[in-house]
């Protein structure tokens, strides 16, 4: 038995290697990676430069290209030609760019660091081009490369196979647990998210920011104008607004020069006012730590962020160490790309998935465990709804996940009914609280109309609302699908391949289905209120999610609505877990027997790992215009 587990298990990793050099031959989607956009050719409108001299800056090691823009007139014809002294050294090539003109250096020139070169413009055709600019704005800017194609694949293939063997070693050979592997993975990929992410590109990162930093600042309960007060230049000029030009590591960096200013400005942070403070608990704690030694920026976002990653990462890891069945599922879809992008930016996403699943874990644990709800364990389970009510509105219904722990484990049947009432009340009510207490930040919704008016059409018009859902989930299930594993981050997208997001679908529902496979043969009794306790309350969240972004996002009068607008796959993930648990099934109390942890740990873990470090990697080249 043991020789056949070693030879899976080997077989595995031999995939894993092959899935590795295949991707890595794949992953690298542009040409070049910027370190410094900044340095800028003369301003002014003009025709194209001849003989204009630059310098390579210490850090880098060649020109990548020259991005021309705004542009008149005709480029036919036209090549740079990079000289040192009479000597030509490369040629740069023309190509499309979504600003202008980029000329690339398709022939790969590498130049000495710190010695100054010439360009030169050579006419190949009859041709004219006019580069229009002014004194505010540059109107070229030279590219130059930091890592080159070979080797940031040759990092991916080395960083992702290291991962792959030290997994294998650790899950196949020494047998440690799944939380544990969980836990191995989620550290180092956890940081590096956090690091390479740019600053304030993570969903609506530029609030979620102001409002944790306004909550060190005392600033609690935010006016009802939405505005806080807060240093000047706590967001750098241009990292606030989506798709800005500065959005390399370069100035992303240099983001950490940037001192916070003794004077204070009003910003408007109506979206993020809406939540609870509870739910900025870690990215707080690590903002503020930063605070005692550092003004800079970027220290503070860091901080911030990593906290944030820490606090979300130990609490998952509790639930997979805590849930009675299905460790190896909850541990493949915490280790999706989205989880750890969630848990290493400063939002309310990676906190709400956290405590979503660790009530999952908790209740079915208290269900298979045969323990009592002690006074250890009553508080830890409000402890969890509270935070769980303090989390975005609509996860406030899996409170219902509650009617799981059996009325045995409490000291009677009065008790139990108190508890679930408790339980279930409270967390609604504190939840509910909190919206009327924001309810004037609400103002009109986002896709305008009257969201009253479209709650009554609804209601007084089921057939219709439950056809708009149809024609919604028909039209973007597909993406919703994909955006539950890598998604579009933010302002910026994630080029990762469909395929390996197809696998790790695949791998997703093939242990969903082991799961109720080994229940079967192993002469175990389903639990059938569980897995309705489980999908209902999946249920309730997803319509909860449809009505909410019905109400406040999707333009337009109803009956005229064609489509709800602003679901995305990210906010299916809190119930996701209690979802597949729930087709998997439970095994009855009584009937549950000790189980062997499984060999899939390592293929489940494995992939997600080298598909986070290839996202990883695939945001350093995002982040490079």
């Given at each position: 038995?043991?020789?056949?587990?070693?030879?899976?298990?080997?077989?595995?990793?031999?995939?894993?290697?092959?899935?590795?050099?295949?991707?890595?031959?794949?992953?690298?989607?542009?040409?070049?990676?910027?370190?410094?956009?900044?340095?800028?050719?003369?301003?002014?409108?003009?025709?194209?430069?001849?003989?204009?001299?630059?310098?390579?800056?210490?850090?880098?090691?060649?020109?990548?290209?020259?991005?021309?823009?705004?542009?008149?007139?005709?480029?036919?014809?036209?090549?740079?030609?990079?000289?040192?002294?009479?000597?030509?050294?490369?040629?740069?090539?023309?190509?499309?760019?979504?600003?202008?003109?980029?000329?690339?250096?398709?022939?790969?020139?590498?130049?000495?660091?710190?010695?100054?070169?010439?360009?030169?413009?050579?006419?190949?055709?009859?041709?004219?081009?006019?580069?229009?600019?002014?004194?505010?704005?540059?109107?070229?800017?030279?590219?130059?490369?930091?890592?080159?194609?070979?080797?940031?694949?040759?990092?991916?293939?080395?960083?992702?196979?290291?991962?792959?063997?030290?997994?294998?070693?650790?899950?196949?050979?020494?047998?440690?647990?799944?939380?544990?592997?969980?836990?191995?993975?989620?550290?180092?990929?956890?940081?590096?998210?956090?690091?390479?992410?740019?600053?304030?590109?993570?969903?609506?990162?530029?609030?979620?920011?102001?409002?944790?930093?306004?909550?060190?600042?005392?600033?609690?309960?935010?006016?009802?104008?939405?505005?806080?007060?807060?240093?000047?230049?706590?967001?750098?000029?241009?990292?606030?607004?989506?798709?800005?030009?500065?959005?390399?590591?370069?100035?992303?960096?240099?983001?950490?020069?940037?001192?916070?200013?003794g004077s204070n400005a009003a910003f408007n942070i109506r979206n993020a006012a809406l939540y609870n403070p509870l739910v900025y608990v870690f990215s707080c704690i690590g903002i503020a730590a930063a605070d005692l030694f550092s003004d800079s920026f970027y220290v503070l976002l860091c901080a911030g962020r990593l906290a944030g990653a820490l606090g979300c990462t130990l609490m998952i890891y509790l639930a997979?160490?805590?849930?009675?069945?299905?460790?190896?599922?909850?541990?493949?879809?915490?280790?999706?790309?989205?989880?750890?992008?969630?848990?290493?930016?400063?939002?309310?996403?990676?906190?709400?998935?956290?405590?979503?699943?660790?009530?999952?874990?908790?209740?079915?644990?208290?269900?298979?465990?045969?323990?009592?709800?002690?006074?250890?364990?009553?508080?830890?389970?409000?402890?969890?709804?509270?935070?769980?009510?303090?989390?975005?509105?609509?996860?406030?219904?899996?409170?219902?996940?509650?009617?799981?722990?059996?009325?045995?484990?409490?000291?009677?049947?009065?008790?139990?009914?108190?508890?679930?009432?408790?339980?279930?009340?409270?967390?609604?009510?504190?939840?509910?609280?909190?919206?009327?207490?924001?309810?004037?930040?609400?103002?009109?919704?986002?896709?305008?109309?009257?969201?009253?008016?479209?709650?009554?059409?609804?209601?007084?018009?089921?057939?219709?609302?439950?056809?708009?859902?149809?024609?919604?989930?028909?039209?973007?299930?597909?993406?919703?699908?994909?955006?539950?594993?890598?998604?579009?981050?933010?302002?910026?997208?994630?080029?990762?391949?469909?395929?390996?997001?197809?696998?790790?679908?695949?791998?997703?529902?093939?242990?969903?289905?082991?799961?109720?496979?080994?229940?079967?043969?192993?002469?175990?009794?389903?639990?059938?209120?569980?897995?309705?306790?489980?999908?209902?309350?999946?249920?309730?969240?997803?319509?909860?999610?449809?009505?909410?972004?019905?109400?406040?996002?999707?333009?337009?009068?109803?009956?005229?609505?064609?489509?709800?607008?602003?679901?995305?796959?990210?906010?299916?993930?809190?119930?996701?877990?209690?979802?597949?648990?729930?087709?998997?099934?439970?095994?009855?109390?009584?009937?549950?027997?000790?189980?062997?942890?499984?060999?899939?740990?390592?293929?489940a873990a494995c992939l997600t790992a080298v598909a986070d470090i290839m996202v990883i990697a695939n945001i350093f080249i995002s982040c490079s215009l």
């Amino acid at each position: 038995m043991k020789k056949e587990v070693k030879r899976t298990a080997l077989i595995y990793m031999a995939a894993a290697l092959a899935v590795i050099l295949f991707f890595g031959f794949y992953l690298i989607r542009s040409d070049f990676i910027a370190s410094d956009p900044m340095v800028q050719m003369p301003q002014g409108s003009t025709e194209l430069y001849d003989g204009y001299s630059f310098t390579i800056s210490p850090t880098s090691r060649r020109v990548d290209g020259i991005l021309f823009s705004p542009l008149s007139g005709s480029p036919e014809g036209l090549v740079l030609e990079i000289r040192d002294g009479d000597a030509v050294l490369g040629r740069l090539e023309p190509s499309a760019a979504d600003e202008g003109l980029f000329f690339e250096n398709s022939e790969g020139t590498v130049l000495e660091r710190g010695r100054t070169y010439c360009l030169t413009a050579v006419w190949q055709k009859d041709g004219n081009l006019t580069v229009a600019g002014s004194a505010d704005e540059p109107w070229h800017v030279i590219y130059y490369r930091w890592i080159g194609r070979d080797a940031l694949r040759s990092a991916f293939i080395l960083s992702a196979a290291a991962m792959a063997a030290l997994l294998y070693y650790l899950s196949s050979v020494r047998g440690i647990s799944p939380e544990t592997v969980f836990l191995i993975v989620s550290v180092p990929l956890c940081t590096a998210f956090a690091v390479v992410i740019p600053a304030l590109r993570a969903p609506d990162e530029v609030v979620h920011f102001l409002r944790a930093f306004g909550i060190v600042r005392g600033v609690w309960i935010v006016p009802s104008d939405g505005m806080v007060h807060l240093p000047s230049n706590i967001v750098p000029e241009g990292f606030s607004a989506p798709y800005s030009e500065v959005f390399s590591f370069y100035s992303m960096i240099k983001g950490g020069d940037i001192i916070l200013s003794g004077s204070n400005a009003a910003f408007n942070i109506r979206n993020a006012a809406l939540y609870n403070p509870l739910v900025y608990v870690f990215s707080c704690i690590g903002i503020a730590a930063a605070d005692l030694f550092s003004d800079s920026f970027y220290v503070l976002l860091c901080a911030g962020r990593l906290a944030g990653a820490l606090g979300c990462t130990l609490m998952i890891y509790l639930a997979i160490r805590m849930i009675p069945k299905g460790k190896e599922l909850l541990c493949l879809i915490s280790l999706f790309p989205i989880n750890l992008q969630e848990r290493a930016s400063i939002s309310a996403d990676g906190p709400t998935y956290a405590a979503a699943v660790l009530l999952t874990a908790f209740v079915l644990y208290m269900r298979l465990s045969g323990e009592k709800m002690d006074r250890r364990r009553t508080l830890q389970l409000y402890a969890i709804l509270i935070f769980t009510a303090a989390c975005k509105v609509v996860y406030f219904a899996m409170a219902v996940l509650v009617l799981l722990i059996p009325a045995e484990c409490f000291d009677s049947k009065k008790k139990a009914l108190t508890h679930r009432i408790l339980g279930i009340g409270g967390t609604t009510a504190l939840s509910l609280s909190w919206v009327a207490l924001a309810s004037r930040y609400l103002g009109e919704t986002q896709g305008g109309g009257n969201g009253i008016f479209k709650i009554v059409y609804a209601l007084t018009h089921p057939l219709w609302y439950i056809k708009l859902m149809g024609m919604t989930c028909a039209e973007r299930l597909a993406g919703w699908a994909l955006q539950t594993i890598a998604p579009p981050m933010g302002y910026f997208d994630i080029p990762v391949s469909k395929l390996f997001a197809a696998l790790m679908g695949a791998c997703a529902l093939a242990l969903t289905f082991r799961e109720a496979v080994l229940l079967k043969r192993s002469g175990q009794k389903r639990d059938r209120f569980v897995s309705l306790v489980l999908l209902g309350t999946s249920f309730i969240v997803l319509m909860l999610i449809f009505a909410s972004l019905y109400v406040q996002w999707t333009e337009g009068t109803p009956p005229a609505i064609s489509s709800i607008e602003g679901i995305q796959g990210r906010y299916f993930l809190p119930f996701l877990p209690a979802a597949f648990l729930g087709i998997a099934g439970i095994p009855a109390r009584g009937t549950q027997k000790s189980l062997p942890l499984k060999k899939e740990t390592y293929p489940a873990a494995c992939l997600t790992a080298v598909a986070d470090i290839m996202v990883i990697a695939n945001i350093f080249i995002s982040c490079s215009l």
